[in-house]
């Protein structure tokens, strides 16, 4: 099935700092999402985005698709930004989606 | 209203014990969505809904039993769960099932604990 691999694994950074979160995948997609999976639990969709670049608020998104990558970029961090991103695209068949490795975010006040 | 809401968030029951996870939404989405998540791991897709149909089981094991009783509300039955099932339980819902090509909202979960 396709791979999809993220990276950093793990990132800490001080509150006000910018972050670049990598989404790698194996195979070409039609589209792709982020979500942010926060300390209790709860995933919310920050972005679906099947290519091109895509903005809210402090966060925004940009796939490539042709070169099987997407940029998650987070600027002037909040500590509400801790938790664990993931990225998701379709699997072969387009039945389901294939979710990252994930991020994992910690801001420090 | 744009939220997915699972009761209860926290479950603790025994290897005997029969309970339900319960998943409502009331944004007229027509596809839900049953997912596993383990610590320090991606959700895993359980099953999927549409129209009230069961479209997709990825060959889980029969002491899950799903049940979409109408389009808002999503149930899961559990009986006879083993401590490795132990996990968070997270429903999801999107506007119709095409494939993978819809947007996901997920609700909070439950936190299931097998004794």
């Known amino acids: 099935g396709i791979q999809v691999e993220q990276s950093p694994p793990d990132l800490i950074l001080q509150e006000g700092a910018n972050s670049t979160l990598r989404c790698n995948f194996s195979?070409?997609?039609?589209?792709l999402q982020w979500f942010h999976q926060n300390p209790w639990g709860q995933l919310i969709n920050l972005f679906y985005?099947?290519?091109g670049t895509k903005q809210n608020g402090r966060l925004s998104a940009t796939t490539v698709a042709t070169e099987r990558y997407s940029l998650l970029y987070i600027s002037s961090s909040q500590t509400t930004d801790s938790g664990v991103y993931f990225c998701a695209v379709p699997n072969f068949g387009n039945e389901k989606l294939t979710f990252g490795t994930g991020t994992r975010l910690t801001i420090i006040p | 209203d744009t939220e997915v809401t699972q009761t209860p968030k926290h479950l603790v029951m025994g290897m005997t014990n029969k309970k339900s996870l319960k998943c409502e939404q009331h944004m007229g989405h027509r596809a839900m969505y049953w997912y596993k998540q383990k610590a320090k791991k991606p959700p895993e897709l359980m099953f999927v809904y549409s129209y009230e149909k069961l479209s997709i089981n990825e060959s889980v094991p029969s002491r899950f039993s799903p049940e979409c009783p109408n389009s808002s509300l999503l149930n899961l039955h559990l009986h006879a769960l083993q401590p490795e099932d132990s996990a968070l339980y997270l429903c999801?819902?999107?506007?119709?099932?095409?494939?993978?090509?819809?947007?996901?909202?997920f609700g909070s979960g439950t936190q299931l604990s097998v004794l």
């Open positions: 999801a819902s999107s506007l119709s099932y095409r494939g993978a090509n819809e947007k996901l909202f």
């Open positions: 195979d070409s997609v039609n589209n």
């Open positions: 985005i099947p290519s």
